[in-house]
C-alpha cells in the first residue's frame, strides 16, 4: 500500500507517511489467508491512494488505484489480473487510530475498503487456479460489503451505481452470471499456464473457450462490471495471443471482443495482422 499527496499544499506532508505506514501494517501483521504460497505463485498487488485535498485535519478526499498480476506457470511472465480505480475515495484518519478490522462490523472506510480489496485479490487469483476456488474470500468481501451498508461515504450501495464495490461482488456472487468463474479458470490454469508447455494450441483453444463464457456473461446484461474489469486487464493480452491463432479463430475472437468491448474494436482488429504472438 503507498500514500501519496503531491497536490497537497502545507507542511504537515508526515501525516501521509503515518497513514501509510499504519496501512501496511495492518496488512502485514493479520493473516489473510491460510494458504501458503509457494514463491512461484505469490502475487503482485497494489493499492495506491492519492490524496488530493484535506478538508479537516482528520478528512481526506482522493483517488485510490488497485492493480493485481499474477505469475503464469512455467514462464517469467505475469499476466494482469486487475487495474480498476475509484476516483471519489473519501477516508478519516487519526495517528494513533484503532487499526482492528472485523469483516461483520464497519468501523472505517478506508480499513474497509483496504480489507476488501486485499480479499478481492486472494478471491480473483484463487479463482484462476481452481474453479470456484475463490468462493470463500468472495463471500468475506460480501460480509464487508454487507457491513458498509451504514457508511455514509459511496462505494458501498446498490442504489449508487453499478461501478462498486457493491455491484463487483454481487457479478461474482450472483449465479446468473455463473460462468465468470469458468471464465477465470480456463484463460488462466487451462489457458496462460499451459502456454509454455507443448500444448499450446490446446491453451490458446481454452482461453478461445474461455471468451466465448465471458461473451455469455455479457450476453446475461451487458455493463457488467465483472465483464469490464477482465477486459481492461486482459484487452492487449488476448490480442497478442491471438495473433498468432488460425485465421478461422482470430475471425472468432475478433467478432466476441467487438461484441463485448466495442468501444475498442480497433484494438481488436490488430489480432489478424502479422502473427506474433504472447511471450513467454
Known amino acids: 500500500v503507498s500514500v501519496s499527496a503531491s497536490q497537497i499544499q502545507g507542511t504537515d506532508k508526515e501525516i501521509y507517511n503515518t497513514i501509510q505506514t499504519a496501512l501496511n501494517s495492518f496488512v502485514n501483521d493479520k493473516q489473510w489467508t491460510n494458504y501458503h504460497y509457494e514463491d512461484h505463485e505469490k502475487i503482485d498487488g497494489s493499492i495506491t491512494i492519492n490524496v488530493k485535498s484535506r478538508p479537516t485535519q482528520e478528512d481526506f478526499t482522493g483517488e485510490i488505484y488497485i492493480q493485481l498480476r499474477r505469475p503464469v506457470y512455467g514462464s517469467t511472465y505475469t499476466t494482469?489480473?486487475?487495474?480498476?480505480?475509484?476516483?471519489?475515495?473519501?477516508?478519516?484518519?487519526?495517528?494513533?487510530?484503532?487499526?482492528?478490522?472485523?469483516?461483520?462490523?464497519?468501523?472505517?472506510?478506508?480499513?474497509?475498503?483496504?480489507?476488501?480489496?486485499?480479499?478481492?485479490?486472494?478471491?480473483?487469483?484463487?479463482?484462476?487456479?481452481?474453479?470456484?476456488?475463490?468462493?470463500?474470500?468472495?463471500?468475506?468481501?460480501?460480509?464487508?460489503?454487507?457491513?458498509?451498508?451504514?457508511?455514509?461515504?459511496?462505494?458501498?450501495?446498490?442504489?449508487?451505481k453499478n461501478v462498486n464495490k457493491y455491484w463487483m461482488i454481487e457479478n461474482y456472487t450472483n449465479s446468473t452470471y455463473s460462468a465468470i468463474h469458468d471464465v477465470w479458470y480456463k484463460y488462466h490454469r487451462l489457458g496462460l499456464d499451459l502456454m509454455s508447455s507443448d500444448n499450446q494450441t490446446?491453451?490458446?483453444?481454452?482461453?478461445?473457450?474461455?471468451?466465448?463464457?465471458?461473451?455469455?456473461?455479457?450476453?446475461?446484461?451487458?455493463?457488467?462490471?465483472?465483464?469490464?474489469?477482465?477486459?481492461e486487464a486482459k484487452a492487449d493480452e488476448i490480442v497478442n495471443i491471438f495473433k498468432g491463432a488460425p485465421a478461422n479463430e482470430q475471425t472468432d475472437v475478433i467478432a466476441i471482443m467487438k461484441q463485448?468491448?466495442?468501444?475498442?474494436?480497433?484494438?481488436?482488429?490488430?489480432?489478424?495482422?502479422q502473427n506474433s504472438g504472447i511471450t513467454q
Open 202 to 231: 490446446e491453451a490458446r483453444n481454452n482461453i478461445y473457450l474461455a471468451l466465448k463464457d465471458l461473451k455469455d456473461v455479457n450476453d446475461e446484461r451487458s455493463g457488467l462490471i465483472c465483464v469490464t474489469q477482465f477486459v
Open 80 to 160: 494482469t489480473m486487475l487495474n480498476t480505480q475509484e476516483k471519489d475515495f473519501k477516508f478519516k484518519f487519526i495517528e494513533g487510530q484503532n487499526m482492528e478490522f472485523d469483516e461483520n462490523n464497519y468501523t472505517s472506510n478506508l480499513l474497509s475498503t483496504v480489507a476488501f480489496y486485499l480479499n478481492y485479490f486472494l478471491a480473483l487469483d484463487a479463482d484462476s487456479f481452481e474453479l470456484n476456488g475463490g468462493e470463500k474470500y468472495f463471500q468475506i468481501c460480501q460480509n464487508i460489503v454487507t457491513a458498509a451498508q451504514r457508511s455514509p461515504n459511496d462505494g458501498w450501495k446498490r442504489a449508487e
Open 260 to 273: 463485448i468491448n466495442p468501444a475498442q474494436s480497433t484494438k481488436y482488429e490488430a489480432i489478424s495482422s
